[in-house]
């Protein structure tokens, strides 16, 4: 019973908890003609077999042991994350028949679903069906495999706009393509058609995603407050909620709305990242303790799991006096970075573990002497909000070991200065020097103090002297690394191009900055991931 002539020189891959049933899954498998097989039976097992090779079919029970997470979880998290190539055929087992389940498989876009008991025909005709599919849409990945997204788009549209089989399917590949080449009118055109004439909630995600893009926060807001009304458990929309709160300033409300998603899926490492590094910053440590030592737990050996979660542990558990604890998270941190000897992240969290285990073993004068050096790699490129983040984190706990209050207070301007970007921005570092009462505010002057920069030079264009404002900006610019005064220069510079002098050298100052220190940041490393979007297809192979 051959499923089809490509099955004998596929990989397949069984992930069930029972061993009857997992041995029962293998046997159909062969039946149907496949020539390679593997199984698991723990999720975490899975996710590290799925990360390591490509697999063309995962059979996967919805249950197969809780620990480590769902499929479901699985599912969500491996393809947005790229762990899971488009062309896999992804086939999901349950025995819950509810609404819930049912709906959060379409939203998942699994190739099958299936609900127990069921026959070895029902399997074999729901792997036929979806392998066909793959097939039907061949045309789509080659143009992606090509890089050739304009034709990917195009195949898209036409299997929609001419009502082709899986014309749906293909509406959704040919809308998350216009939004990742940021082409939003074209996506938002596309999801609201689609959301108008099938009510998908993944559309109307999609249109969130596209407010969100252009930057209108607002307008993402509503749609997303409205949606979540309609569809209360619909976790990516919680995601692009919390987002949109970050770009607001919003942590704790951040907070809350991570916390309500990983609640939602409680075997998501992501989710559960998210949830605990902002409850860090909104200043709720127990539950971040719990959170990320439950993250560490699940994710420990998967490439999902973000070493700032062990960074943060490391705070956490030197808050709460844990000599033992502060000492295993500094060696995490160290073998993380020897394991990537190239990377300047992991080596300065490696470094700042190490002073925070040094510092709970007594050996304070050790650390308060290094601590004026801890603010060299600030002017580098590569120092960016997480850096700086870490770095303001530790610093606000050496001023209870010793470290002056006027040396705390300089280290938080220089800091400032480059990244109090916006006002979100400024809360984010802000939340990071929650252990000193005044420390925030200290943070928040210096942000005041590069507005007033801003402005002044605003006020050189104001009276008709742009040449002076755009000096004046590259200026300080250059002085602090600060990104909107940079970004403001290139902005003056080009609207009053006519009345400039030397506009190329201008221009070339400009870029050169921008370069060295406007690369795209988020305001917490946590809720960063650059593959990750939430509600979204990954147009990977």
């Known amino acids: 019973m051959l499923v089809d002539k490509e099955a004998p020189q596929a990989l397949a891959l069984v992930i069930d908890g029972n061993p009857m049933s997992r041995s029962l899954l293998c046997q159909h498998l062969r039946d149907f003609g496949f020539g390679t097989i593997k199984s698991a039976h723990r999720i975490a097992d899975a996710r590290e077999l799925l990360e390591q090779r490509r697999y063309d079919l995962v059979v996967c029970d919805d249950h197969a042991q809780a620990a480590g997470g769902s499929g479901q979880d699985l599912l969500d998290e491996l393809r947005r994350e790229h762990q899971l190539p488009y062309s896999t055929v992804f086939v999901m087992v349950t025995s819950e028949a509810t609404y819930q389940k049912v709906a959060e ?29 793959k097939r039907q849409l061949k045309d789509i990945f080659q143009a992606l495999e090509r890089r050739d997204p304009d034709e990917a788009i195009a195949l898209c549209l036409q299997r929609y706009s001419q009502g082709l089989s899986y014309g749906l399917y293909a509406a959704r590949i040919g809308a998350e393509l216009l939004l990742q080449l940021q082409r939003y009118d074209e996506a ?48 990516d929309a919680h995601d692009v909620l919390g987002k949109v709160l970050m770009e607001q300033g919003q942590i704790s ?50 490439r999902l799991f973000d070493v700032l979660s062990m960074m943060l542990l490391a705070f956490l558990r030197f808050d709460a006096g844990d000599t033992r604890g502060v000492g295993q998270a500094s060696e995490v941190l160290t073998r993380f970075s ?39 790699d600030l002017a580098r490129p590569d120092f960016d909000m ?89 200026a300080h610019g250059g002085d602090t690394g600060n990104a909107k005064l940079i970004e403001m220069a290139g902005l003056v510079a080009r609207r009053h191009q006519d009345r400039i002098d030397g506009l190329p050298e201008l221009l070339d100052r400009t870029a050169a900055l921008a370069h060295r220190y406007c690369q795209p940041m988020s305001h917490i490393a946590g809720v960063r991931r650059s593959n990750r979007s939430p509600g979204g297809m990954v147009l990977r192979r």
Not at 425 to 446: I, K, N, P, S, Y
């Open 338 to 376: 020897g394991r990537y000897p190239q990377s300047l992240r992991l080596r300065r969290m490696a470094q700042i573990g190490h002073l925070l285990a040094t510092l709970q073993a007594g050996g304070a004068d050790i650390v308060l002497a290094q601590a004026s050096g801890l603010l060299d």
């Open 105 to 133: 498989a379409a939203e998942a876009a699994l190739d099958s679903f299936l609900i127990k008991p069921f026959s070895a025909n029902t399997l074999y005709t729901r792997i036929k069906e979806a392998r066909q599919r």
């Open 188 to 235: 938002f055109a596309l999801f609201e058609t689609v959301a108008t004439a099938h009510r998908s909630p993944w559309a109307r995600l999609g249109l969130a995603r596209v407010q969100l893009g252009r930057g209108d926060l607002g307008a993402a807001r509503r749609s997303l407050t409205g949606l979540l009304h309609d569809e209360p458990r619909f976790a």
């Open 386 to 474: 997480e850096a700086a983040t870490n770095l303001l984190s530790l610093w606000v706990r050496l001023h209870r070991h010793g470290l002056p209050a006027d040396e705390l207070a300089r280290g938080i301007d220089r800091i400032g200065q480059r990244f109090a970007v916006s006002r979100a921005a400024t809360e984010v570092l802000a939340a990071a020097l929650r252990h000193h009462d005044g420390a925030g505010d200290w943070m928040r002057q210096a942000h005041a103090r590069v507005m007033q920069l801003a402005e002044e030079a605003m006020n050189h264009a104001m009276r008709g002297d742009p040449l002076a404002a755009v000096n004046s900006l590259l």
């Open 253 to 302: 409300e951040a907070m809350q709305t991570y916390r309500l998603a990983a609640e939602i899926t409680p075997g998501c490492i992501l989710r559960l990242q998210h949830a605990g590094t902002l409850a860090f910053y909104a200043g709720n440590p127990a539950w971040a303790l719990g959170t990320l030592e439950r993250t560490w737990a699940m994710g420990a050996r998967s």
